[in-house]
């Protein structure tokens, strides 16, 4: 079966569970699931895996109960539900947040001190001045050549994340400059990376 721990996005994970478990026994239909979990559309998962509807934590559960699974992976499982059905881009954030604490996860997203790279839109402008603004400590004169223009602390808080991030080096004068460190945010949340950075970008 799918280890959960490697997705973000409950849908895909559902589907990829039900087209291993059709492998493995034939038997198994959609009828048969929603029976099984006590719902009364025979298609009720075939409609989550092809976004029409949504599912609540409570049918979750009792998705969970009948994959068997173990506490934690019911847990991570709710919190995928929690983020795929989140309304506001706040609460996405919020679970998106909490599927990156779970230790077991092995998704191929970034953690959370890349995820705060993407939340402002002057971290990415900062680095690109970097290319060809002589920058020792001038935070202001920086902060002035942003559009629209940004506080000199803002400035300073971005630059120290930039080299917490190993994404700027400074050069033997002690001029920074851009290194080359990539910013990756994975298969499965790129969709909400890529929103995320936009929203924060207007």
């Not at 038997?27 to 509807?53: D, E, F, T």
């Not at 947040?97 to 997203?109: G, M, V």
Request: charged fraction near 25%.
């Amino acid at each position: 079966m799918p280890d959960i721990f490697q997705y973000s996005d409950y849908r895909k994970f559902l589907h990829d569970w039900f087209q291993e478990k059709k492998k493995s026994n034939p038997s198994v239909s959609y009828r048969m699931i929603a029976r099984q979990v006590g719902y009364k559309s025979p298609g009720y998962l075939q409609m989550i895996i092809g976004n029409k509807i949504g599912m609540s934590v409570a049918m979750g559960l009792k998705f969970a109960s009948f994959m068997n699974f173990k506490k934690r992976e019911t847990d991570y499982f709710q919190c995928m539900i929690l983020f795929g059905e989140a309304k506001t881009h706040k609460e996405k954030l919020l679970h998106f947040q909490k599927l990156l604490s779970f230790k077991e996860a092995s998704i191929d997203i970034i953690d959370a001190n890349h995820l705060q790279y993407f939340e402002k839109w002057y971290h990415s402008a900062i680095r690109a001045l970097l290319e060809f603004f002589p920058f020792k400590n001038k935070y202001s004169e920086l902060a002035r050549l942003l559009i629209p223009p940004v506080s000199a602390d803002e400035v300073q808080s971005s630059i120290k994340l930039l080299k917490e991030l190993d994404m700027v080096q400074e050069d033997t004068d002690g001029y920074l400059h851009p290194a080359n460190a990539l910013v990756s945010s994975g298969y499965e949340a790129s969709g909400f990376i890529v929103n995320n950075f936009l929203i924060n970008s207007l």
